[in-house]
């Protein structure tokens, strides 16, 4: 069974501060996903990565994958409120499909 | 924007009746997924589905549950019996492409509570 362990699991912050939240697994993946989920809705996809090693940035986020697709980290830079959330790191085996094995996120407050 | 759409939002049935969720994934989209979500605990991954058929499901999609795609655009999953321990978020997800190529679309939910 693969598991993913997202820490911490709760971050309050101040806004301006940077942080990181980690997604990490015994499990080799061969793609990760991070997604956001507000209260009562679906989870939307901010990034997949894919190659080991690989770092993506997306405006004040940057995701990086483990060398060994095994985890994962999310770092933002000058949080805002509008960055609260919870984040979800979520992986997938190999095969064709998005059979996704999710942790149980990270629940971010960034406070004014 | 395209969007997967989900009805009912949510729905509460008496133990034991049956239960339909409706899915209107994406048009284009080839892969259509279910995940759930009980309140408090990680979403799960019920079933792939794909070219009419099955692709993958894991050990809580038991005999209970079963999916059709009975036209070209709903997607469904059927909770014969339903038990208290169904009660969860149902989403329902798509796909173009399969996994490391497309992007995964979720819809809102469907919340099912079972009384």
């Known amino acids: 069974t693969q598991l993913l362990e997202q820490s911490p699991q709760f971050l309050s912050i101040q806004e301006g501060e940077n942080l990181t939240v980690y997604c990490n697994s015994s499990s080799v993946f061969s793609s990760l996903q991070w997604y956001r989920q507000e209260p009562g809705e679906g989870p939307v996809l901010l990034v997949t990565v894919v190659t080991g090693g690989e770092v993506k940035k997306l405006k004040r986020l940057t995701f990086q994958f483990g060398d060994a697709r095994k985890d994962s980290s999310l770092h933002i830079t000058a949080a805002q409120t509008g960055d609260t959330g919870l984040y979800l790191c979520a992986g997938a085996g190999g095969g064709s499909n998005y059979k996704l094995t999710f942790g149980k996120g990270t629940l971010l407050t960034v406070n004014p | 924007e395209p969007e997967v759409t989900q009805t009912p939002s949510h729905q509460v049935t008496q133990m034991g009746q049956e239960v339909i969720l409706r899915c209107v994934p994406i048009s284009n989209h080839l892969y259509f997924y279910w995940y759930r979500q009980i309140l408090g605990q990680k979403v799960e991954f019920l079933v792939s589905?794909?070219?009419?058929?099955?692709?993958?499901k894991s050990e809580i999609f038991d005999d209970q549950f079963s999916v059709e795609r009975p036209d070209g655009s709903n997607f469904t999953l059927k909770i014969r019996s339903t038990k208290l321990e169904d009660s969860a978020m149902y989403f329902c997800a798509s796909s173009a492409l399969g996994q490391g190529d497309g992007e995964l679309f979720f819809g809102e939910g469907s919340r099912l509570t079972v009384l």
């Open positions: 589905f794909y070219n009419n058929e099955i692709s993958e």
